[in-house]
């Protein structure tokens, strides 16, 4: 119990010794010493609280925000000295706020437990007591044999003891962890390997003894030591023992392993960062600007208190008749008084903090994120896929993306590879309809004919489908065990009968497209490999192996031909092949891997040698020697290799196209035009992960590839860098791509960051290649905390992009076929990489334009709330005697003037979405924070003190000199002035919001008219009655007796008219003569090309229907947007370039703004501005 609340709390002391020892099936030795090792349970946990912590968490979370712990401070001093307003008025905001904020975050992070609940709660199976278990995946403790089937995940880190195979292996895609899509073997050792059966395993007494848990998934250190009659038998374990968790099972029906590292333990789970709270630019600059408030809060408060001082300096004002001091008010201390007087200033004037803006904003964040949800386009059919929203605390920062690092494996491509062309003895050949055709040539062969192949293009075929690792899963296994002709199931083979699993997807592409054309792989058993040329069985001996490997870039293997000769078959890298090779058309075909290059296409050169019966016992004897040395093991097979991969006899090259999906090409540009740069982090080899970019218009053709790889030390890291760094500035016009692997990025980051930024930065693309899980993290964080703090994005599918999207200021998700471990961890999620687009371009764009104005408008309308206050007290001797009602203090900001913003924060759309898709450049506009600058801030603040003066010395002209206004003579006293202050001030803030709408909706009308009129029939209710549980009666009739008087109407509209006339003016004048790239879009709404930004849009419903098409003329010829006869809107409907039919608009574009990218439809439709 002691040890779950230290763990809960997480106080559990880390591991004391540098290995664990692990006794397999959890067989712990009866004798002897024993100290039994503390492990980790094997549950994931991806969510920030518990059920023990949520409240205390949640609470030291929320009063870090400086409004919440203001508040907090303001409602402590109202219990605790006479203040002139009840505590009730801040009390109840602050709870408000801050527990509709703790149920949003509770549900956000419940449906994290959920998510963790079914990681969790999976099924598995594990040997106990000589039987197999099934149980929850929690359960699985250090030591349990877990059984795992084919097609599953590994819910542990498991030392592989035995599969279903003789030989002890298995065959697992690692594709969630480093984004490799290509088959793996995992080996068990020997003495484990026969033990297939559960009383085997229970009977086997084995200890592994092991590293501590790290991170790096490509180091295993340790070692097996099982007990055999009495005798115990040492076996090292390396990588290739380890089964990872989140790997996946294939090709092996069953294996079984030992857990060694469980839960948090796990090497995938060691790779994920911690959660950390995420915060978004607008709400850093909200906290800047609540402090700045609370600056001219401490100065009125300060400034109020010494001039009562200095007011009172007189006798007669010091103590009126009418109000005489007691005996403890004159003996009191002075010092005592001033802070008394100083903090019920900041009481009465504490309003000019809104607090319900961070609730506003919570409830903006919450609901507005049920609209990505609810977009279609962003909907996948196929899958059915909707986006999925993770946390809504990030919504604006979509909009302010300068850096996106993306993925390459299963987020740009799908994972799917495809042949292309070939060529062959220097012809080119494509594929067509399961042919071999060459260039230029059509396929008129009939259907059903045998295709005329001649002996190099048949041996190029039989290369393809015998040179490769290809592992072959049956529907009905029968062929692979032994016994029987494996041809009996092979001869009528189709796809459906045979799945291909290799070591790479492009030899699973090319030995696909040869069993297409006619030459089939059909088997491979042990030592034998199987094929069929056009219908004819040929069997082949396998010899040798030659295994691919970074250095030399090529794969071979030695065959005995079903007629006794011997032959290398070879492919690999064209650098790696043509200058071994000694015959063939190596010029033509050194062009033609060029040109397929240029296509995109991934290429590979395949050769072959043919071997005296002399010459292979001299191989054999080599490769045998190398392998079988104990010392310098790896120099001898490269010596070995080299000697047998010479004087080849060249046979062609192949071109093979990594299937992207749909609309990447068109997404990456549409990103680089809205001016955010793509950086492509991906564990996949430096020549696969060029080869992409390219295709995927990341690097252009014309573009200079600088390449840092390979480095081995500081010094020639720091050289090439600067050799790099110099290029760049030479060659200044052109644009540059970086290409960077993980060792080279290891010593970049370690001595020379500021060198690598600065070469990055000068790049329009980098391309990082190699990179571990932790290393694509540094690379995201190197970015985040440069001098310029620029906003980042990261998007992933895979358990291997988890901690780059948790460093990222925003993590998306793709919704994959690798798990789920990315969506869970991401604050958002969609299902294909082109839908970025959109998040970003429209609702990102939405995102923050709404939520930029809603806090400016709130400091705006508090500036407007609280200034007539301290204005007021110049003219009540500063006694803190309040303007207005106690009641109104309290439902100004949570009734009076909440809805139309939060409406208004949920609907506004300054330009129509396929406007902003078609033109991403728009997206500049709002990028770097700009609709939040200090420039914009003061423009709003000074506005709200504009408009405060002229509500309270507007009122106080029209009214002041004559107070006897009533028509029966009675006077008008100090509740009632400040009761026409307020109306004119929640008229004149609502209608202004009214001004600063774009986008019409029914519901913007209920709630902006419903408000004021919510006002005016609160009051008359309010000051209509005799409230029994109030103290005092001070607004009894008074608003009654304030409308009854014509001359209380005549300033309410004068000083409304007052304060909105200049807005409208100065938006007519600066949209006339300096407007921005988006107002030019907004006004793009001329006969040509009407939109929905058009202000006839203010009145404008569904289906182009008009609610108020006088006014909406009328608005439209005041600010001189309407120019051209009107006809009613009309828009047909259209399928747009992100699918499902949506309104199109024709747009015209001008020269001075960027053209929208390649495959963007012009939009169909005209929208015309309503006649009167």
Same mark, same amino acid.
């Given at each position: 119990m002691l040890r779950w609340i230290r763990q809960q709390l997480g106080f559990d002391p880390p591991h004391q010794s540098e290995t664990r020892t692990v006794y397999v099936a959890n067989r712990f030795p009866q004798h002897g010493h024993y100290v039994p090792q503390r492990f980790a349970d094997n549950r994931i946990i991806s969510s920030k609280y518990t059920i023990w912590n949520f409240i205390p968490k949640n609470l030291f979370e929320q009063f870090r925000r400086i409004a919440n712990f203001y508040f907090l401070i303001i409602f402590l001093v109202q219990l605790m000295i006479d203040t002139p307003t009840s505590p009730v008025t801040s009390g109840l905001p602050l709870f408000f706020v801050i527990t509709v904020t703790a149920i949003k975050q509770g549900y956000e992070d419940w449906l994290r437990h959920k998510a963790d609940n079914e990681v969790n709660g999976a099924p598995v199976f594990v040997v106990r007591s000589g039987s197999l278990v099934q149980t929850r995946s929690k359960n699985i403790r250090v030591g349990d044999i877990v059984r795992v089937a084919k097609d599953e995940t590994f819910p542990v880190d498991l030392v592989l003891l035995s599969s279903d195979r003789p030989d002890g292996t298995c065959h697992i895609t690692t594709a969630s962890l480093d984004g490799e899509t290509n088959l793996k073997t995992h080996y068990s050792v020997a003495e484990t390997a026969v033990c297939q059966s559960v009383s085997q395993l229970e009977a086997l007494q084995a200890v592994v003894e092991c590293q501590q848990p790290e991170a790096d998934l490509y180091r295993f250190v340790g070692r097996i030591t099982v007990t055999q009659h009495g005798e115990e038998i040492v076996r090292p374990l390396g990588p290739e023992n380890l089964l990872l968790r989140g790997a996946r099972l294939k090709n092996t029906k069953e294996i079984f392993g030992v857990a060694v590292y469980t839960g948090m333990e796990s090497k995938m789970a060691l790779n994920y960062k911690c959660k950390s709270q995420k915060r978004s630019a607008v709400e850093k600059s909200m906290n800047t600007f609540l402090i700045i408030y609370l600056g001219i809060l401490l100065f009125?408060?300060?400034?109020?208190?010494?001039?009562?001082?200095?007011?009172?300096?007189?006798?007669?004002?010091?103590?009126?008749?009418?109000?005489?001091?007691t005996e403890q008010e004159r003996n009191s201390?002075?010092?005592?008084?001033?802070?008394?007087?100083?903090?019920?200033?900041?009481?009465?004037?504490?309003f000019i903090i809104p607090i319900s803006l961070y609730v506003t904003v919570e409830m903006q964040k919450f609901l507005g994120s049920f609209f990505i949800g609810w977009d279609l386009d962003l909907y996948h059919e196929e899958s059915d896929q909707k986006a999925q929203v993770n946390t809504s605390d990030l919504n604006e920062e979509l909009g302010q993306v300068e850096y996106v690092f993306t993925d390459k494996t299963g987020t740009l491509t799908e994972n799917e590879m495809q042949f292309r062309e070939c060529s062959i003895n220097g012809t080119k050949y494509r594929e067509v309809n399961g042919k071999l055709v060459p260039e230029g040539m059509t396929d008129d062969t009939p259907d059903g004919s045998t295709p005329h192949l001649i002996g190099d293009e048949v041996l190029f075929l039989k290369a393809v489908?015998?040179?490769?690792?290809?592992?072959?899963?049956?529907?009905?296994?029968?062929?692979?065990?032994?016994?029987?002709?494996?041809?009996?199931?092979?001869?009528?083979f189709s796809s459906s009968h045979m799945e291909y699993y290799a070591s790479s997807p492009d030899e699973k592409a090319l030995v696909e497209a040869a069993?297409?054309?006619?030459?089939?792989?059909?088997?491979?058993?042990?030592?034998?490999?199987?094929?069929?040329?056009?219908?004819?069985?040929?069997?082949?001996?396998?010899?040798h192996v030659l295994e691919f490997d970074a250095n030399r870039r090529r794969m071979s293997v030695i065959l005995q031909t079903p007629s006794g000769g011997t032959v290398l078959f070879t492919k690999g890298a064209e650098s790696a092949i043509l200058p071994f090779a000694t015959g063939g058309e190596i010029e033509k075909t050194r062009l033609h891997v060029d040109e397929f290059a240029l296509k995109g296409l991934r290429t590979l050169v395949v050769a072959c040698r043919h071997f005296s019966p002399e010459e292979y016992i001299d191989v054999d004897r080599r490769l045998n020697a190398a392998r079988t040395a104990?010392?310098?093991?790896?120099?001898?097979?490269?010596?070995a290799f080299s000697y047998i991969e010479?004087?080849?006899?060249?046979? &062609? #090259?192949?071109? *093979?196209?990594?299937?992207l999906q749909d609309k990447v090409q068109e997404t990456i540009e549409a990103l680089r035009l809205a001016g955010i740069k793509v950086w492509v982090l991906t564990g996949d080899k430096h020549e696969t992960a060029v080869s992409v970019s390219l295709s995927c218009g990341h690097f252009h053709r014309t573009m200079n590839i600088l390449e840092l790889l390979q480095q081995r030390s500081d010094n020639e890291c720091a050289e090439q860098l600067r050799i790099l760094a110099r290029r760049i500035k030479e060659d200044h016009v052109i644009q540059h791509g970086l290409v960077v692997d993980g060792a080279s990025l290891s010593l970049a980051l370690r001595e020379h960051e500021k060198l690598f930024m600065e070469v990055c930065k000068n790049c329009s693309a980098v391309l990082c290649c190699r990179m571990a899980p932790l290393q694509k993290a540094k690379v995201v964080r190197l970015l985040k905390t440069s001098?310029?703090?620029?906003?980042?994005?990261?998007?992933?599918? &895979? #358990?291997?992009? *988890?901690?780059?999207i948790q460093e990222a200021h925003v993590g998306i998700g793709i919704m994959g076929k690798e798990g789920r471990q990315a969506v869970r961890n991401s604050d958002y999620a969609i299902a294909r990489f082109k839908f970025l687009a959109k998040l970003l371009l429209v609702h990102g764009h939405f995102y923050y334009i709404r939520i930029a104005t809603l806090v400016q408008y709130f400091f705006y309308k508090n500036v407007c709330f609280i200034t007539p206050q301290f204005l007021y007290q110049f003219f009540c001797l500063f006694s803190q005697q309040t303007l207005y009602d106690s009641v109104y203090l309290t439902l100004y900001n949570i009734c009076f003037t909440s809805l139309p913003i939060l409406v208004y924060s949920l609907f506004e759309q300054l330009v129509h979405p396929h406007i902003l898709q078609n033109k991403p450049g728009l997206y500049r506009d709002i990028s770097k924070n700009s609709l939040l600058s200090f420039r914009t801030f003061l423009y709003w603040t000074l506005l709200g003190f504009c408009h405060a003066f002229v509500f309270f010395f507007g009122s106080y002209i029209l009214m002041g000199e004559d107070t006897s206004l009533m028509g029966n003579g009675q006077m008008f006293g100090n509740w009632t002035f400040g009761t026409l202050v307020f109306t004119v001030m929640v008229i004149t803030v609502t209608l202004k919001l009214?001004?600063?709408?774009h986008f019409w909706t029914w519901m913007n009308h209920f709630v902006t008219w419903g408000s004021i009129a919510f006002y005016f029939i609160f009051s008359l209710f309010y000051g209509g009655i005799i409230w029994p549980f109030l103290h005092t009666q001070d607004m009894y009739f008074v608003f009654v007796q304030l409308l009854s008087s014509g001359s209380a109407w005549f300033a309410i509209i004068i000083i409304v008219i007052t304060c909105l006339f200049p807005d409208v003016v100065k938006k007519v004048l600066y949209r006339h003569l300096m407007p921005t790239s988006t107002q030019k879009s907004q006004s793009l709404s001329t006969p040509q090309a009407q939109t929905l930004s058009c202000v006839e849009s203010l009145c404008c419903y569904q289906h182009g229907q008009s609610g108020c098409s006088r006014l909406a003329h009328f608005l439209e010829q005041m600010t001189g947007q309407c120019r051209g006869s009107a006809n009613h809107c009309h828009a047909s409907s259209h399928s747009n370039r992100w699918g499902g039919p949506r309104q199109q608009e024709t747009m015209i574009m001008h020269p001075d703004e960027p053209s929208p990218p390649l495959g963007y439809k012009n939009l169909a439709c005209k929208r015309d501005c309503f006649s009167p």
């Open positions: 009125e408060a300060i400034l109020s208190t010494i001039l009562k001082y200095a007011w009172q300096a007189e006798d007669k004002w010091d103590e009126p008749f009418y109000n005489q001091k201390s002075p010092i005592l008084k001033f802070i008394s007087d100083f903090l019920a200033f900041l009481v009465l004037y504490n489908s015998l040179c490769h690792t290809v592992q072959i899963s049956y529907d009905q296994p029968d062929c692979l065990v032994g016994g029987g002709d494996p041809f009996a199931h092979a001869n009528g069993k297409r054309i006619g030459v089939a792989f059909t088997c491979s058993n042990g030592d034998t490999m199987e094929i069929k040329t056009f219908g004819k069985p040929e069997r082949y001996k396998l010899l104990l010392q310098q093991r790896e120099e001898r097979l490269q010596e010479r004087d080849l006899q060249l046979l &062609g #090259a192949t071109g *093979v196209e990594d299937k001098p310029e703090k620029p906003i980042t994005l990261a998007i992933g599918d &895979g #358990a291997n992009d *988890v901690s780059m009214a001004l600063e709408t």
